[in-house]
């Protein structure tokens, strides 16, 4: 298996251009199934979770044309049955967005229960659940795993919906199947990151009638048809803050180009309260650190809070902090097992349920690693740029669902990570040949 060697404590200098979002590729990827016509896609990120995705739809029945690195034209109007019980489904979390879009245009779906990343809790879709059924689905869950959803009469119904927890999954699955429901639907209390928004957008622009996506109360009109268009999917909120905390964490100055400095707000409001420099340009923001990292406190909550993806970014950044800092994790129920490999490489960390307590050290000291899940793994690389000596993170196809070219962006603004593959292990007879 292939790994990250990392040697650290360099500072970064220079350019890095961010890729188009990847929870909202994700989204909008499915969606696509709902249109009538070809739907060509912009800026689609180059990461695992998409281009298993992409195979997902075209065993569905999907043509799907690359017309660039990041341009596809994606025609789902010869998928015939709405049935998605492939072994791939398993592997993404976002699988689950194929009950939403194809209860919405066929009135029936089969779609095994997704995976994704484990962060160590319960990943409940419940509220998923009780919005297809408001809007008139039966739902059953079969053997393996297995959800089988039917709308009698063979198309959703318009509903009032009210989510008990803002959740971005259900907000999203639940738009996709109002988007071709019989009449209204209005969710309330619902999600509004800004892939929220950009779903909308894109359902929108194929013909879609959706108002309010960003604030509390989404309101969609059932069309019975959508069709064909051109979208480009908006820069990765979670894949800039990684970059910014990167540079907080290792010192230098780095322009982080092509992001909406908006979406980013959330995240470097918290990075100038620890004493790093943002300036916000019309679609780049510059980062600089030339001082030492001051201690802040950190609590995790939807948009527009600080994005629970970004949490294990910037806990790894505290550990280096001048002082004592208390992050609070407000979305999932446990969300710091990565912090264990922190510890491994000298860092003071103390952690009572939602609650880390970081005791910012001088350094921090190059170790073999594990990335346990995808931000969980961008930490890791944080932490090997920060470290003195040499840090090996393992795991690293967890990093390379959500993250494209983390290698080659990084060793661009100087820093010293490459790919290192375990030696094949050799049986003892083979090894005496010779
Ligand atoms: C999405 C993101 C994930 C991010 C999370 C929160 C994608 C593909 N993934 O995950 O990276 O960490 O938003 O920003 O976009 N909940 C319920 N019942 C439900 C659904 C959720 O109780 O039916 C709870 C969850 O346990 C969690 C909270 O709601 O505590 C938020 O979950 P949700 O926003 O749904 O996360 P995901 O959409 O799975």
Not at 113 to 134: E, S, T, W, Y
Request: charged share 25%.
């Amino acid at each position: 298996m292939a790994k990250y060697r990392i040697r650290g404590a360099r500072p970064l200098y220079g350019e890095i251009e961010i890729s188009g979002a990847k929870n909202a590729a994700v989204a909008i990827i499915p969606a696509a199934i709902m249109s009538g016509g070809v739907c060509r896609i912009e800026n689609i990120p180059q990461i695992s979770d998409v281009t298993m995705f992409l195979d997902i739809l075209d065993e569905l029945g999907a043509d799907i044309k690359t017309v660039n690195r990041h341009t596809m034209d994606i025609d789902c109007s010869g998928i015939k049955i709405p049935r998605a019980t492939f072994d791939a489904m398993r592997k993404i979390r976002a699988s689950y967005y194929l009950l939403g879009a194809l209860l919405g245009r066929f009135g029936e779906a089969e779609v095994a229960m997704p995976g994704g990343c484990n962060f160590g809790g319960v990943r409940p879709i419940d509220q998923h659940l009780k919005g297809f059924r408001a809007m008139g689905a039966e739902i059953r869950i079969v053997n393996n795993g297995v959800i089988k959803a039917k709308a009698p009469g063979g198309r959703l119904k318009g509903a009032d919906i009210y989510l008990d927890v803002v959740s971005v999954g259900a907000t999203i699955n639940l738009m996709l199947a109002g988007a071709m429901a019989d009449g209204t639907t209005v969710i309330e209390n619902v999600a509004k990151e800004p892939h929220i928004v950009d779903l909308a957008n894109f359902l929108n622009s194929i013909g879609a009638d959706i108002r309010g996506a960003g604030t509390n109360v989404i309101k969609i009109r059932g069309k019975e048809k959508l069709g064909g268009g051109f979208y480009s999917i908006i820069p990765d909120q979670i894949e800039a803050g990684t970059y910014l905390a990167a540079v907080a964490g290792t010192g230098g100055e780095v322009l982080i180009k092509n992001v909406i400095p908006k979406h980013l707000d959330c995240i470097t409001g918290k990075l100038e309260d620890m004493g790093v420099e943002i300036e916000n340009r019309e679609d780049s923001v510059l980062v600089r650190r030339t001082g030492k990292i001051r201690k802040t406190r950190l609590k995790t909550l939807p948009y527009p809070g600080f994005p629970t993806d970004m949490q294990p970014q910037l806990a790894t950044v505290l550990c280096l902090a001048d002082g004592t800092s208390t992050v609070t994790e407000g979305v999932w129920e446990n969300r710091y097992r990565y912090m264990d490999e922190l510890v491994k490489m000298g860092a003071s960390v103390q952690v009572d349920g939602r609650i880390a307590i970081i005791e910012g050290v001088p350094k921090l000291i190059g170790a073999p690693v594990q990335a346990h899940d995808l931000r969980a793994g961008a930490a890791m690389v944080i932490a090997g740029l920060c470290a003195h000596g040499v840090t090996e993170i393992s795991g690293i196809e967890y990093i390379e669902r959500g993250y494209e070219d983390i290698v080659e962006k990084l060793r661009n603004v100087g820093a010293d990570i490459e790919y290192v593959y375990d030696a094949p292990k050799i049986s003892r007879s083979a090894r005496n040949i010779g």
